[in-house]
Nanobody, 119 residues
Framework: QVQVVESGGGLVQPGGSLRLSCAASGRILNFNTMDWYRQGTGKERELVAGITSGDSTNYADSVKGRFTISRDSAKNTMYLQMNSLKPEDTAVYYC?????????????WGQGTLVTVSS
């Protein structure tokens, strides 16, 4: 099995910063992709940022220039650095990991971490 745990959410004022972490555990051989999604109250879940095994990255237009996705392959950990946060960034953020173990590929989701941007 592959397990995924997010951390780093909390309350921050507009213009502030947070860094989210996503730790994947299991007998992981390699990753296909590591993604961050978010879902605000009453809204659909959306892709925020993603990074592939080849370190290609992509971002939602709403976060370009403010958020940065990165990973530490040796630790099986992904990060989302969020700067210049806005109230509309308030959401539960989820980590998604598509990873290969011996014998199969896993599509694993974390439990979510709440980010609240408010004065």
């Amino acid at each position: 099995q592959v397990q995924v745990v997010e951390s780093g959410g909390g309350l921050v004022q507009p213009g502030g910063s947070l860094r989210l972490s996503c730790a994947a555990s299991g007998r992981i051989l390699n990753f296909n992709t590591m993604d961050w999604y978010r879902q605000g109250t009453g809204k659909e879940r959306e892709l925020v940022a993603g990074i592939t095994s080849g370190d290609s990255t992509n971002y939602a237009d709403s976060v370009k220039g403010r958020f940065t996705i990165s990973r530490d392959s040796a630790k099986n950990t992904m990060y989302l650095q969020m700067n210049s946060l806005k109230p509309e960034d308030t959401a539960v953020y989820y980590c998604r990991v598509v990873a290969r173990t011996f014998g199969r590929t896993w599509d694993a989701w974390g439990q979510g971490t709440l980010v609240t941007v408010s004065s």
